[in-house]
């Protein structure tokens, strides 16, 4: 059924920020590089968690970035998109409710917001970052290795351990989206959230095709 890889979608990001989130909580913030290392492994398992129970069903997007460099591909239809983005915001909205239940403060839910200090350093990385990351996806995917979810979910984690200090790492609009809506935060930051991340899916699109890889299938 079309509806289970938009449900897919909604599962794998809610695992991503849910998992992610709470890695943030269990160390107190990225107060050092020790608790740098630790959220960047969280959010990088969270992936490779979803990658392994829904990727099969929605090809494991879980970020609007991703599907929009897949639909400039043709690898998904814009109908397909529209739901997937859907998924993918709804999903990261209702991990950070739970987020806000379990922790029992609304005020938590705003620790795991991507935040910066410098608008030029966050736009410049959240581009870099993101670019990079959507890149690897593309070509190990279409690749069909079987390491591809390790390779991804790894990916994610180098992202995390080279951007968090600049721009928080999100990479990922419905990342950054669910804990700004729950927290009621500084929504004035969130729109690097959201364009920087489509920016450098498209600049990963354009990366693709200029070095493009032959199908394995």
Known sequence: MVINKYLAELLGTFIL????SMGILAVGGANGAAEIIAIGFAFGLALLAGIWVVGHVSGAHFNPAVTLAMLLDKRVSFSDAIGYWIGQFAGAGVASLVIWAAAGSREAVGLTATTYTDLDTAILVEVLLTAIFVWVIMVVVQRGHNHAPAAIALTLVGVHLAGIPFSGASVNPARSFGPAA?????????????YAPLIGAIIAWGLYRLFPVEDSG
Do not use: K, N
């Open 182 to 194: 729950v927290s009621g935060g500084d929504f004035g930051q969130l729109w690097v959230y959201i």
């Open 17 to 20: 920020v849910v998992l992610g």
